[in-house]
């Protein structure tokens, strides 16, 4: 019972880090406009020397390439996660099928680590000093690849969300409902004992 509760806090903490990750990534680069709202000195410095786009750029390259380590190292995160949740519910007989969901998990974030993210961070480099205007094939790959990553953590967060759900809801569920049960019997047992002799 302990292993169930402490794997539905990992399943907490992954889903929920990874939901807080994906809007701070968005807030970082929503942070560069801020900036350009009210830029202060040495941005309004820059930006007479080297103009407003190509600081807005230099900006958006800087945080780009933030998100990408930070991303990387959630995932390394992630494996470790989801190996500890694995492992404790093969540990108790009744939950070890469900230790499936966690490697199952686990499996698609080291396919993000080891295939997604490079490849990912590589075009990113590539084009973040493309003209938006102008066409380019490593935009083209980056948002392709964006999707993927986006469509395999969509994947892995419904996994997490379901199996909370199986540990918190499904076997207590039907515990309790044999515990009231069994309080049932053993009421009409004591104020009925013909019951019993019958």
């Known amino acids: ?5 402490i794997v539905a806090f990992l399943m907490g903490a992954w889903v929920g880090g990874s939901a807080l990750l994906i809007w701070g990534v968005y807030q970082n680069f929503n942070a560069i406009d801020e900036i350009f709202k009210n830029p202060p ?7 007479v020397i080297l103009g407003p786009e190509r600081v807005r ?6 945080v780009g390439i933030e998100n990408g380590d930070i991303f ?8 470790g996660i989801g190996l500890l949740a694995a492992i404790l519910l093969f540990l108790e007989s009744s939950t070890r ?5 966690p490697l199952a998990m ?13 490849d990912l961070s590589l075009s990113y480099r590539l084009f973040a ?14 948002w392709k690849l964006h999707a993927i990553y986006e469509g395999i953590e969509f994947v892995k967060c419904l996994f997490g969300i379901v199996l909370t759900q199986i540990l918190f809801l499904g076997p207590n569920t039907r515990y309790r409902r ?10 009409v047992l004591e104020t009925n004992p013909n019951v019993a002799s019958k």
């Open 1 to 5: 019972m302990g292993f169930r509760r």
């Open 41 to 47: 000195d040495q941005v309004q410095k820059d930006t």
């Open 57 to 62: 750029e230099l900006l958006r390259y800087s």
């Open 72 to 79: 990387y190292t959630w995932e390394e995160i992630q494996i």
């Open 97 to 101: 099928v469900l230790s499936t969901v």
């Open 106 to 118: 686990t499996l698609l974030v080291l396919f993000l680590h080891l295939r997604i993210s490079p």
């Open 129 to 142: 000093f493309t003209p938006w205007t102008a066409e380019s094939h490593q935009r083209d790959q980056f």
């Open 178 to 187: 044999k515990k009231r049960r069994r309080a049932a019997v053993e009421t």
